[in-house]
């Protein structure tokens, strides 16, 4: 995208950000972010002046790093899920990341994290070894817990979050927080 200037990749964001269905795809956005983090100096300005969380921006971002081959198959839109691109992306090297793009991009009954994630751990990864990968990659000062729900408890936590369009994390830590706020006002047995 050669074209971009600050007008058309703040409209890309706008547009493809903000509400369910996008119309480009997510090297695009990537790009866009990219750009936009070059002109105003950092992802976190990006990030306040499109109204987003800097962790999204990052998770945009990162997509630039992959190989060509998997970028190829996100701008095709053949993995068109910001979850399911961002895990293709932490993964530790370029053929994994291969391996676990054609996974996704094939499969055919659902686009399910769950699902991208099952076919990386077939790899031979734990989920023990993918949380520690995970932990160790995060930036310092951001803080992760994995926790595993049921299919129930997670499809009602995401219908939830889309009722209040907000991301499920977001819906979790506003959950915890709000916790937290009843516990300092009553004693703790």
């Keep these: 995208m050669s074209n971009l200037d600050e007008d058309t990749a703040l409209s890309i ?6 509400r369910k269905k996008r119309q480009v795809d997510l090297m695009t956005i990537a790009r866009s ?11 976190s300005a990006v990030a306040k002046r499109v109204g987003l969380h800097s962790e999204m921006i990052r998770q945009f971002m990162s997509l630039l790093r992959l190989p ?28 994994e990341q291969i391996a676990a793009a054609k996974s996704a991009a094939n499969l055919t009954s659902s686009k ?16 023990e070894e993918s949380t520690r990968r995970v932990l160790a990659a995060k930036p310092k000062g ?3 817990f994995v926790m595993d729900f049921d299919d129930k408890t ?5 219908q939830r979050a889309r009722d209040l ?15 937290l706020n009843r516990q300092s006002k009553e004693p703790i047995h």
């Design 142 to 144: 951001l803080h992760i």
């Design 13 to 18: 964001l706008f547009a493809n950000t903000k």
């Design 154 to 158: 997670y499809q009602a936590l995401r």
């Design 165 to 179: 369009k907000i991301e499920p994390a977001q819906l979790v830590k506003q959950v915890v927080e709000e916790w």
């Design 68 to 95: 060509e081959e998997v970028r190829d198959r996100v701008s095709s839109r053949k993995i068109d899920r910001l979850d399911v691109a961002y895990r293709i992306a932490m993964l530790k090297n370029r053929d």
């Design 112 to 127: 399910d994290i769950r699902d991208v994630m099952r076919i990386v751990m077939k790899g031979g990864e734990s989920v």
């Design 33 to 43: 972010c990219e750009y936009l983090a070059h002109l105003y100096g950092s992802q």
